[in-house]
Nanobody, 115 residues
Framework: QVQVVESGGGLVQPGGSLRLSCAAS????????MGWYRQAPGKQRDLVAV???????NYADSVKGRFTISRDNAKKTVALQMSSLKPDDTAVYYC?????????WGQGTQVTASS
């Protein structure tokens, strides 16, 4: 069973920065694509950014130029550096990890951009 644990959420003023981290454990298989999704109250869960094992990235248009995703294959971790945060970025952020075609999710971490 794969465990996925996020950390790093919190409250930040608009224009500020936060860094989210996620670690996967419990699998002897290679970790595939890793990513971040977010879900605001009353809305669906949407893609924020994903990164393949080889380092190719894809970002939602709304975060391009402000967020950066990175990973460490040896440590089975993925991070999301968020800057110039806006109130619209407020949501629960979920880490996703693909292992042998199956997606595993973390429990989510709250990010709130508010003055």
């Amino acid at each position: 069973q794969v465990q996925v644990v996020e950390s790093g959420g919190g409250l930040v003023q608009p224009g500020g920065s936060l860094r989210l981290s996620c670690a996967a454990s419990g699998s002897s298989f290679r970790i595939g694509t890793m990513g971040w999704y977010r879900q605001a109250p009353g809305k669906q869960r949407d893609l924020v950014a994903v990164i393949t094992r080889e380092g190719s990235t894809n970002y939602a248009d709304s975060v391009k130029g402000r967020f950066t995703i990175s990973r460490d294959n040896a440590k089975k971790t993925v991070a999301l550096q968020m800057s110039s945060l806006k109130p619209d970025d407020t949501a629960v952020y979920y880490c996703s990890v693909e292992v042998v075609g199956r997606i595993y999710w973390g429990q989510g971490t709250q990010v709130t951009a508010s003055s």
